[in-house]
């Protein structure tokens, strides 16, 4: 007779955040756990019916894993494994999963094999926003090193044009104008690219994030989001974020125009702003021992037409735009003033859908009551 898990040990099985598996050497399941439920999209009464050839693509490594464990009794683990199922495309989400898989065997229960299952989307959108991170240095060292060389010339020929509209034959003019038109224009793609070469240090306080999205909102509104929808959901209890008020409303402004452009054949957009507090995620970065926790998360979300999967990828990249005449600097130049402060930015999109997440550091008790003084001392010099 097979033993069964104790309570204690079922209760602890059954807390785990990851989606965790049980199962026998010819992969009958045998134990899941509510983070399986949610994974899978099924109930846990469903998965204890089914065998794992029953739900993973056939030729999969994860389905050899129980039979080589029950073999050698060690653990083994299969990394960046696509997974899809014929159940999630029948519930409506046939979009593949990539996941690393990490198997060992049961101690103690004789062939019990446990599966649990590690998605990489957060890991892989982080390593994206590095890439591009780098991306953009890249493209500010060379903007630093061509910019004088560039716009010397180009302010020769922007004179020679002005001198030409006044000389040459009425029919000539708009040609002349054209050269200088065309030549602002290259100036001022140089100066937007200049802007990434900042590296002065980040002047940062204690922020709410809910009086910049407010600004931010107000904005919107004044301008081209007029007749757009706008749904707030924030967490009222939400710590201060610690960054630069101006840039951050630079950041969300952006986001929401961005929004609001893919509105535009839309026939009830909507703009979703939402806030919440995520514990969880942490980040090692340079010059800084300890990981840096950026559990403040902020939404931007719009039900416009989505994002092509061919670019939605590189998306935060120097020059990659999905407009027309689009420079592809805008959400480069989010992604660095995110970065600035110490945090990470992805979207997620598809039809009727396109998520911007930011997740961000909060501030510190010292630094939120350093912000209080200054605005009580801003406060008494005003009365």
């Known amino acids: 007779m097979k033993k069964q898990l104790s309570n204690f040990d079922n209760a602890i099985f059954s807390s785990l955040s990851q989606p965790v598996l049980i199962c026998d050497s010819e992969n009958k399941l045998m ?49 960046r494994i696509r997974l899809t199922s014929d159940f999630r495309e029948i519930a409506g989400n046939s979009e593949a999963r990539i996941v690393d898989v990490f198997a060992t065997p049961l101690l103690g229960f004789e062939d019990r094999i446990i599966l649990l299952f590690q998605e990489r989307t957060t890991a892989d959108k982080i390593d994206r926003q590095l890439i591009s991170r780098n991306a953009v240095r890249s493209v500010s060292g060379l903007a630093a090193m061509l910019a004088h060389e560039i716009k010397n010339p180009l302010s020769g020929i922007k004179g020679a044009a002005q001198l ?52 931010v909102k107000l904005l919107a509104k004044s301008g081209d989001a007029t007749n757009i929808e706008f749904i707030e959901q924030y967490d009222p209890s939400l710590p201060p974020v610690l960054g630069n008020k101006n840039q951050l409303i630079q950041v969300l402004l952006n986001l929401v125009k961005n929004s609001t452009e893919a509105l535009n054949e839309t026939n009830f957009p909507t703009i979703k702003l939402s806030t ?108």
Do not use: C, W
């Open 164 to 215: 030409l509209e006044k000389s040459v034959l009425e029919a000539d003019v708009p040609l002349a104008r054209l050269i200088k038109d065309e030549t602002d224009r290259i100036v001022n793609l140089l100066e937007k690219v200049d802007i990434f070469g900042d590296e002065r240090p980040l002047l940062s306080e204690a922020i709410n994030i809910h009086v910049v999205l407010d600004r």
């Open 276 to 383: 919440a507090y995520r514990p969880g995620i942490h980040m090692s970065i340079a010059g800084v021992k300890s990981k840096i926790s950026l559990p403040l998360e902020i939404i931007i979300e719009d039900n416009g037409a989505g994002v092509s999967q061919d670019i939605l990828s590189n998306m935060f990249d120097p020059f990659v735009s999905t407009k027309p005449n689009g420079t592809g600097l805008g959400l480069a130049l989010v992604a660095k003033i995110i970065g600035d402060h110490g945090g990470i930015i992805d979207v997620e999109s598809q039809k009727g859908k396109t998520r911007f997440r930011i997740l961000l550091p909060i501030a510190d008790e010292k630094q939120s009551q350093n912000k209080q003084l200054n605005s009580n001392n801003f406060e008494d010099k005003n009365k």
């Open 31 to 79: 134990h899941a756990n509510y983070s399986a439920e949610d994974f899978f999209s099924m109930s846990i009464a469903s998965l204890l019916k089914l065998a794992l050839d029953d739900f993973i693509p056939f030729g999969s490594p994860i389905l050899s894993m129980a039979g080589k464990i029950a073999k050698n009794n060690a653990p083994i683990s299969e990394y």
